[in-house]
């Protein structure tokens, strides 16, 4: 395999999840070769690439897919502050006290849960949201907290330097 492609599934590795635009960014690579390569790693049955609504996520070969789900939500900032306020409050939580905590609007708290939802990672029963396999989100959490907590900074200074002419 070649450097470019050991560089690449190095990052995908180290940062499950990650978006197109952020390989590029991280790596340099023009959009073509990056295109290429990441071909060429799936065709090889290397990573796992996810397509869900015009989002497009890179996973390596051996991360499960209910990893893969947790992960992709996790990379959410809104999404992964609803499921440490939920694993907070043992599991659940109505739509009114996620919004009231998280200081956002009902309406857009409603719109990720209705994703976590799909994803499998909540229920609904009555009024009361609840983690499903909340040990499990509690142990992907965990064990990604650092990559995901980065990421959000690096994205952060990237739009900072952006703004700076």
């Known amino acids: 395999m070649s450097n470019i492609r050991n560089t690449i599934l190095e990052y995908i590795s180290k940062n499950p999840g990650i978006r197109y635009r952020e ?4 790596l340099g690579l023009t959009n073509g070769v990056l295109s290429y390569h990441l071909y060429r790693l799936e065709s090889e049955q290397m990573i796992r ?3 869900d609504g015009g989002m497009t996520r890179y996973y390596a070969s051996d991360v499960k897919q209910d990893e893969a789900n947790i992960l992709g939500m996790l990379r959410i900032p809104t999404a992964r502050r609803i499921i440490s306020y939920m694993l907070e409050n043992d599991g659940s939580a109505t739509l009114d006290e996620i919004a009231f905590m998280l200081g956002k609007a009902q309406s857009t708290i409603f719109w990720h849960m209705k994703r976590l939802m799909e994803k499998g990672l909540v229920n609904k029963h009555d009024s009361k949201y609840m983690l499903r396999s909340k040990h499990l989100i509690a142990e992907v959490l965990a064990r990604y907290n650092e990559q995901l907590v980065e990421r959000v900074a690096d994205n952060y200074a990237d739009m900072m330097e952006d703004l700076n002419f």
């Open 49 to 51: 690439i996810e397509r």
């Open 23 to 26: 390989l590029l960014r991280m």
